[in-house]
């Protein structure tokens, strides 16, 4: 069965830090381009970023507002997705999932809430 | 910075054919992907690569692109449709690809 499964989340004050991992299974992860996307309260899907298979480069991408806060990394020995959070803003509250965007596997949320 | 647009929101009633619309500049040269979302639950797949329904979707999903606006299609949209819907695209250059969401209601 593919799936992606994320762990990590939890209450963080303002400032804080916090490392999302996102766990694979069911396909070849090492060949697959891996994004977060997250989603505030009553708002729409928001692409966070994306790293490419180590093939195509492991290069990554970011979105505007968490660039220079934010690092995605992979591990394809462990098939895990990492998101490194840092210098966490209450704005940043929200579902991060996990996910191959164009193929359309997606990991369940897990819930992030930057609060003081 | 690279924008896909989508109405906030589409109403039909059952049966009725809902159409979704979603415009953006590099869609002549990008695929566009849809994705459903029912309240608290992670998106679904519903059309990929502009056109293309993945196993277990139902037939009356259909998607189609020409120039700047790809569309989403629901044929005999039914009451289990109501959800939202986001239309994707591939950027290289790191801009997000989202569209905002359109929340179809089916009434």
């Known amino acids: 069965e593919v799936q992606l499964v994320e762990s990590g989340g939890g209450l963080v004050k303002p400032g804080g830090s916090l490392r999302l991992s996102c766990s694979a299974s069911?396909?070849?992860?090492?060949?697959?381009?891996m994004s977060w996307v997250r989603q505030a309260p009553g708002r729409g899907l928001e692409w966070v970023g994306r790293i490419k298979s180590i093939t195509d480069g492991g290069t990554t991408d970011y979105a505007a507002p968490i660039k220079g806060r934010f690092t995605i990394s992979r591990d394809d020995s462990k098939n895990t997705l990492y998101l490194q959070m840092n210098s966490l803003k209450t704005e940043d509250t929200a579902v991060y999932y996990c996910?191959?965007?164009?193929?359309?596997?997606w990991g369940q949320g897990t819930l992030v809430t930057v609060s003081s | 910075s690279y924008e896909l647009t989508q109405p906030p929101s589409v109403s039909v009633s059952p049966g009725q054919t809902a159409r979704i619309t979603c415009s953006g500049d590099a869609l002549p040269k990008k695929y566009a992907y849809w994705y459903q979302q029912k309240s608290g639950q992670a998106p679904v797949l519903v059309i990929y690569?502009?056109?293309k329904r993945p196993s277990g979707i139902p037939e009356r999903f259909s998607g189609s692109s020409s120039g700047t606006m790809a569309t989403l299609t629901i044929s005999g949209a039914q009451v289990e449709d109501e959800a939202d819907y986001y239309c994707y695209s591939t950027d290289s250059s790191g801009n997000p690809p989202f569209g905002g969401g359109t929340k179809l209601t089916v009434l």
């Open positions: 690569e502009d056109n």
């Open positions: 996910a191959t965007i164009s193929r359309g596997v």
């Open positions: 069911g396909f070849t992860f090492s060949d697959a381009w």
